[in-house]
T-cell receptor, first 112, second 116 residues
Framework: SQKIEQNSEALNIQEGKTATLTCNYT??????LQWYRQDPGRGPVFLLL?????KEKRKERLKVTFDTTLKQSLFHITASQPADSATYLC???????????FGTGTRLQVFP | EAGVVQSPRYKIIEKKQPVAFWCNPI?????LYWYLQNLGQGPELLIR????????DSQLPKDRFSAERLKGVDSTLKIQPAELGDSAVYLC??????????????FGEGSRLTVL
């Protein structure tokens, strides 16, 4: 069956450290993958998009990697801040259907 | 520039009552989506419009849910009659592209439905 898996347990890290969130998928052939941030009671906000032929994308303190062999994307936030505390969702665009499918999200808590 | 606007933000109804949600996408965005999000879960697609055409409604429970996008701009999502299990957040999103490579989605704040 098709699955997108993100760590359901919250990730707690100290301010200044690098947060690494994982998105694994099975039985999909994504054309690209996106990461979103969602704050409580708000809609998701787009952060980064990485295509199947790209290994890495960066934007300010954010970095995304995409390994189609491992079927995994890693999302890194360097020099994390309490304001980075939120739920982070990965979403993959299924190559054959154009459909964007979301994972369940991982809650990140950055404490001072 | 205004973002995706949804209303109402909150709605509490009794089961078997009807409810409707409204969405105004970002101007110029051709593709509009309705997603359902349960607590602790990611958004799940209900329906996707490209202009006026519903190009993917395979996940929409058509016995009680209906949607329309008149003139390819605003959209409404209706549930009639509502059931207890419909309690969730209904998210509207829009994107500028159509077909493949629709790119990033811009989401509204969502409409939280509670069915008693």
């Amino acid at each position: 069956s098709q699955k997108i898996e993100q760590n359901s347990e919250a990730l707690n890290i100290q301010e200044g450290k690098t947060a690494t969130l994982t998105c694994n998928y099975t039985n999909y052939s994504p054309a690209y993958l996106q990461w979103y941030r969602q704050d409580p009671g708000r809609g998701p906000v787009f952060l980064l998009l990485i295509r199947e032929n790209e290994k890495e994308k960066r934007k300010e303190r954010l970095k995304v990697t995409f390994d189609t062999t491992l079927k995994q994307s890693l999302f890194h936030i360097t020099a994390s801040q309490p304001a980075d505390s939120a739920t982070y969702l990965c979403a993959l665009a299924e190559g054959s259907t154009d459909k964007l499918i979301f994972g369940t999200g991982t809650r990140l808590q950055v404490f001072p | 520039e205004a973002g995706v606007v949804q209303s109402p933000r909150y709605k509490i109804i009794e089961k078997k009552q009807p409810v409707a949600f409204w969405c105004n996408p970002i101007s110029g965005h051709n593709t509009l989506y309705w997603y359902l999000q349960n607590l602790g879960q990611g958004p799940e697609l209900l329906i996707r419009y490209e202009n006026e055409e519903a190009v993917d409604d395979s996940q929409l429970p058509k016995d009680r849910f209906s949607a329309e996008r008149l003139k390819g701009v605003d959209s409404t999502l209706k549930i009639q009659p509502a059931e207890l299990g419909d309690s969730a957040v209904y998210l509207c999103a829009s994107s500028i592209g159509t077909g493949r490579w629709t790119g990033e989605l811009f989401f509204g704040e969502g409409s939280r439905l509670t069915v008693l």
